[in-house]
């Protein structure tokens, strides 16, 4: 068991590691209140704007997983490193269409940098775990989120000021391509820093394995001969990721994600929907629509840390996911089939949206241990979160297609469907836990710690490979992954 880093160390890595993606994060956020502006100026439709986001959904259905994988295998400083200058790079690209008044330039800056701005994200996850030895990661993954939102609300609110501010309206992209510089400077600081770390306390790397791994097969071996032999292939064998490596995830681990499959995209439906879902049941909202969406943000800034902090000192990250469901249960059946006040239903909904990643966030790290293998499943879930959504919306567009009326009851009894089964998942990840992981995403950090030390945590059954089900995950992605692909190009074009 390594000892704890430094907190000097630990420091470092939480700022540079939460900071890693303000650039992306900040310039990816102004899009949206410059929507009717980018309409005008490029002149394009409103179906041709809606292809600049589908664009980066679609890419990232595919790219995480493979991003991931070659996080775990490279190394993240690398990895970071290659995402920042996409990020960059896609950012000037995007701007300069502002000088040129050209949709392709402005939409391929955003495809460039979506290059970047995923895989971007397990860089964070993958870091923090690092540093933290696996420990306090709820907190910390908690303040990641928060952060995260602060930067989304900022951007929003200097959107149309860094627009106005000059006769040229390009600087509300050229602003935030010169913080997608300082961010990418910032994370070269990063990489340097982690670079000149002792050796034992780097980040270990696939690609280090295996090549520690040949060399002494080659000793081994015994004569000279083989030994200078298998060291030379040893760069050639090692400069290629193995994919075999996907057998090694945990089967808890594609548990829950095969099970989460419709969960991310019911959520993220629902916010997407909710505006037009209150204009049509209680009238007009315009007023209320800019307060929900304040406070709508300002409490998960605030109370994610917290949540977090809550799985660290108690646990009970599993039974969070059967309350954050009852949660929105209440909150689409308030919506949806009543006329109660809206703003209080917005507010519980906030509640929920901070409760709603976190407890899987906080748990992947307990269910993967290893470091080499971190970025692959964070990868694999947002894979699954990504394609998920586009399956759910396009769901969600049918079934109100084919209510009378189109009103949104269908949708709405799909959503608390969804929820309801959530419910159960919650209880059975907890029964599941007790029995195939000894109950460690239900246990504090402090008793994990402890037990741990004194060796009476055994190596659990959960975390180890499952051929079935590895090959059930694996087909499970790539059919989803298959099915985003094919309604979008069905019903998108
Ligand atoms: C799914 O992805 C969205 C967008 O990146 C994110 O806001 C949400 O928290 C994710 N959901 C889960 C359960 O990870």
């Not at 929003?156 to 106005?164: Q, W």
């Not at 829950?256 to 209680?282: E, Y």
């Not at 079934?399 to 009378?404: A, C, H, K, W």
């Not at 195939?436 to 995403?441: E, T, V």
């Amino acid at each position: 068991m390594p000892t704890d880093f430094p907190l000097s160390w630990k420091i470092t890595a939480l700022v540079c590691g939460v900071m890693l993606s303000w650039g992306s994060s900040f310039s990816e956020s102004t899009l949206g209140p410059l929507k009717k502006t980018l309409i005008k100026k490029l002149d394009i439709t409103n179906a041709q704007y809606g292809a600049i986001s589908s664009a980066t959904s679609l890419v990232n259905t595919v790219l995480p997983i493979v991003g991931g994988y070659a996080l775990d295998y490279y190394g993240v400083e690398w990895g970071s490193l290659a995402c920042s200058v996409f990020i960059f790079l896609g950012a000037v690209v995007s701007a300069a269409g502002s000088n040129q008044d050209s949709f392709g330039l402005v939409m391929g800056g955003r495809i460039i940098m979506g290059f970047g701005s995923t895989v971007i994200e397990t860089c964070t996850s993958k870091i923090l775990a690092h540093w933290f030895q696996h420990r306090g990661l709820g907190l910390v993954y908690g303040l990641d989120i928060s952060i995260g939102k602060l930067i989304v609300l900022m951007a929003r609110a200097t959107a149309v000021p860094m627009r106005d501010a000059t006769e040229f309206w390009g600087w509300a992209l050229w602003i935030p391509a010169i913080v997608c510089f300082v961010n990418l400077l910032q994370n070269i600081f990063y990489v340097w820093w982690a670079w000149s770390r002792p050796e034992w306390a780097q980040i270990p790397t696939g690609q280090k394995l295996s090549r520690e791994q040949q060399q002494n097969d080659g000793l081994r071996a015994g004569n000279d001969q083989a030994t200078a032999i298998s060291t030379k292939s040893v760069h050639r064998t090692t400069v290629l990721p193995d994919w075999r490596n996907l057998l090694r995830v945990p089967r808890f681990f594609w548990l829950v994600v095969c099970t989460q499959i419709l969960q991310a995209g019911t959520v993220g439906g629902f916010n997407g929907l909710s505006a037009d879902i209150i204009t049509l049941t209680r009238g007009s909202t315009e007023q209320l629509a800019g307060y929900t969406s304040a406070v709508q943000q300002v409490i998960p800034v605030v109370a994610a840390p917290f949540v977090g902090m809550f799985f660290d000192l108690v646990g009970f990250r599993m039974m969070f996911v059967s309350l954050t469901s009852a949660i929105w249960i209440l909150v689409y059946c308030l919506i949806g089939y009543t006329e109660t006040n809206a703003l209080g239903s917005m507010v519980i909904a906030s509640v929920a949206q901070t409760m709603n990643a976190l407890p899987f966030l906080a748990s992947i790290p307990l269910m993967v241990p290893s470091q080499v293998e971190l970025g692959l499943v964070f990868g694999i879930w947002k894979s699954f979160n990504n394609s998920g959504s586009v399956v759910v919306d396009m769901i969600a567009g049918r079934l109100q297609d084919i209510t009378p009326g189109g009103t949104y009851e269908r949708v709405i009894a799909f959503f608390v469907a969804v929820k309801a089964i959530e419910f159960c998942l919650g209880l059975f990840y907890g029964v599941l836990d007790r029995r195939y992981l000894s109950g460690i995403l239900t246990m504090s950090e402090k008793k994990r710690l402890v037990a741990e030390q004194n060796g009476s945590l055994p190596e659990p059954i959960g975390r180890r490979p499952s051929k079935v089900f590895t090959r059930v995950g694996f087909t499970l992605a790539c059919s989803l992954i298959i099915t985003a692909w094919v309604l979008f190009i069905l019903y998108s074009i």
